[in-house]
T-cell receptor
């Protein structure tokens, strides 16, 4: 069975602090994809990153970085020098790597990040 | 602009009434999805459709129905059989291995 766990329900930081959002996943598939989505107060899910199971390189995009470690089944997300605009709910998600008809996204429960001025 | 539209953004209904949520996409994607989100929880799959005139139940399909008569459209009906219909509903379509999401419809049933 596939499962995504985001143990941190809520995180509160002060602007300019670094913050890491944890994501642990379970799957028996050897090929799979991992995602992070941002959900601002407006509600729409904003795609942040996709990583396939064969690519363990860390990714950096501006103030955002992702650490994928298959050995610990983790795909953690770090925001450097956080800003108020980063306040949102962040979801980690998992899907199988084969199309097999459809790609069902398995979501974690989400982590609510509040960045205070 | 290409994307997914959902209407309306907010919807209010009385208990016992069926209600249909709209989802339209102009991304030329074959596969479309409906998810439900409850407070403090992740998204759960209600129904999905891989192609026109075909759809499959997701994890929480009871009390919901869908149709897929056109590639661009995948409406979701919340029936009176759905015991807890108040939620945020998100529609998505699949491009490659990435799902693109609409802005969502917040349904409140009283």
């Amino acid at each position: 069975a596939q499962k995504v766990t985001q143990a941190q329900t809520e995180i509160s930081v002060v602007e300019k602090e670094d913050v890491t959002l944890d994501c642990v996943y379970e799957t028996r598939d050897t090929t799979y994809y991992l995602f992070w989505y941002k959900q601002p107060p407006s509600g729409e899910l904003v795609f942040l990153i996709r990583r396939n199971s064969f690519d363990e390189q860390n990714e950096i995009s501006g103030r955002y970085s992702w650490n994928f470690q298959k050995s610990t089944s983790s795909f953690n997300f770090t925001i450097t020098a956080s800003q108020v605009v980063d306040s949102a709910v962040y979801f980690c998600a998992l899907t199988r790597g084969w199309s097999g008809g459809y790609n069902k996204l398995i979501f974690g429960a989400g982590t609510r990040l509040a960045v205070h001025p | 602009d290409g994307g997914i539209t959902q209407s309306p953004k907010y919807l209010f209904r009385k208990e016992g009434q069926n209600v249909t949520l709209s989802c339209e996409q102009n991304l030329n994607h074959d596969a479309m999805y409906w998810y439900r989100q409850d407070p403090g929880q992740g998204l759960r799959l209600i129904y999905y459709s891989q192609i026109v005139n075909d759809f499959q139940k997701g994890d929480i399909a009871e009390g919901y129905s869908v149709s897929r008569e056109k590639k661009e459209s995948f409406p979701l009906t919340v029936t009176s059989a759905q015991k807890n219909p108040t939620a945020f509903y998100l529609c998505a379509s699949l491009g490659g291995h990435e799902q693109y999401f609409g802005p969502g419809t917040r349904l409140t049933v009283t």
